[in-house]
């Protein structure tokens, strides 16, 4: 039966369960029960897993070794979702100790399953928004690899720290300007995009962007960023036309 198949007692007691059977796996240097929910097809018991990792990581310091021994053993298991899993346990703990977990996302960003890459995405995504200081610094390492893939999920990446804090992750975005390949130059502009609609972020984008040598991506993101406030009108501060108002009066053609 499903995660949300089950009545929300039902799911309460689930989760309970999962948290002490990981954390006995722990004390006695087992696996079993950690496999067993890090390899489940339903998502939401494979997140219970790996929250559980990031909720004893840091109730029970005196198990974070054996943690992170255990989830290098795992990331080389050949399921894809306990990889993708591990990684995503790693992210729990990136969030306040990037330095314990960097090996992981090292790793799992050449991984040969898309699965895998995501979670790396994804983790840091989240890590960016309590740790940017460590997790911006790792990204921009990758953002000129020979691999447009990498550079274009790194992109990706940082996008969640880029819609609060814009002035954050615009530096190393500028560094994708004159990229040539069309999947990583399409991100950009989404990414772009979505760091642009929320309070005062319109203003440092549009500023940053008036330092970019790359005139024609910078006009196909000021037109994303313009349609993204159609998109979005709901969440966006200003409306569309507010925001072409702006772009007009304040971007240095």
Not at 56 to 80: D, G, R
Not at 222 to 232: F, G, P, Q, S
Request: with cysteine; proline share 2%.
């Amino acid at each position: 039966m499903a995660f949300y198949d089950l009545s929300k007692e039902e799911r309460t007691l689930l989760v309970d369960k999962i948290n002490t059977d990981i954390a006995y796996d722990l004390r006695s240097k087992n696996t079993e029960n950690i496999i067993l929910y890090f390899s489940d097809e339903d998502t939401y018991i494979r997140k219970t897993g790996y929250l559980a990792m990031g909720k004893i990581f840091y109730a029970e310091p005196h198990l974070q070794k054996q943690m992170l021994s255990t989830l290098k053993t795992l990331l080389n298991s050949n399921q894809e979702k306990v990889r993708q899993t591990v990684v995503n346990a790693a992210g729990e703990i990136g969030k306040f100790h990037f330095d314990k977990v960097q090996f992981f996302f090292d790793i799992g960003l050449f991984d040969t399953h898309h699965s895998v890459r995501n979670a790396v995405i994804g983790s840091v995504k989240k890590m960016g928004e309590k740790n940017p200081e460590n997790v911006l610094a790792w990204a921009k390492t990758y953002l000129k690899h020979e691999d447009k893939e990498i550079r274009r999920e790194i992109c990706h990446g940082i996008e969640l720290r880029g819609r609060t804090h814009p002035q954050d992750v615009l530096p190393l975005l500028k560094t994708l300007e004159f990229d040539n390949t069309k999947r990583v130059s399409n991100t950009l502009v989404h990414v772009l995009g979505q760091i642009a609609y929320k309070n005062g972020c319109l203003k440092t984008v549009v500023s940053h962007l008036n330092t970019w040598k790359n005139k024609s991506l910078v006009r196909e993101a000021l037109d994303e960023i313009v349609d993204v406030h159609k998109r979005y009108k709901k969440f966006a501060v200003l409306t569309q036309q507010e925001a072409i108002d702006y772009i007009d009066a304040n971007y240095k053609h």
